[in-house]
Nanobody, 121 residues
Framework: QVQLVESGGGLVQPGGSLRLSCAVSGSSSRIKAMGWWRQAPGNQQREVVATITDGGRTSYIDSVKGRFTMSKDNAKNTVYLQLNSLQPEDTAVYYC??????????????WGKGTLVTISA
């Protein structure tokens, strides 16, 4: 069974940094792409923050460009999100997402349970 486990969230002051990790286990299939999403308190929707393809190409939403960096370690089936210059508006539960190609060729999207990032003085 495929599992995504996030870690690294916490409480930091504005301007601080955190590094989130997401480890994928239980899959021997190809991980097509992965992403980090977030859901702010009181917000019903999640927004995609950053994505990375199997080839390592990354993309970011405008509000985090230059502050957040997504990377991956293929050997560990782990992706990371480095969060710098954090601001209160970055407060959210951050979720990891993985699109995995099945043996039949279709893709299945898996989600982690999330890790809370709180920015407060």
């Amino acid at each position: 069974q495929v599992q995504l486990v996030e870690s690294g969230g916490g409480l930091v002051q504005p301007g601080g940094s955190l590094r989130l990790s997401c480890a994928v286990s239980g899959s021997s299939s190809r991980i097509k792409a992965m992403g980090w999403w977030r859901q702010a308190p009181g917000n019903q929707q999640r927004e995609v923050v950053a994505t990375i393809t199997d080839g390592g190409r990354t993309s970011y939403i405008d509000s985090v460009k230059g502050r957040f960096t997504m990377s991956k370690d293929n050997a560990k089936n782990t992706v990371y999100l480095q969060l710098n210059s954090l601001q209160p508006e970055d407060t959210a539960v951050y979720y990891c997402q993985a699109d995995i190609t099945t043996d039949t060729g279709g893709d299945i999207r898996y989600w982690g349970k999330g890790t809370l990032v709180t920015i407060s003085a």
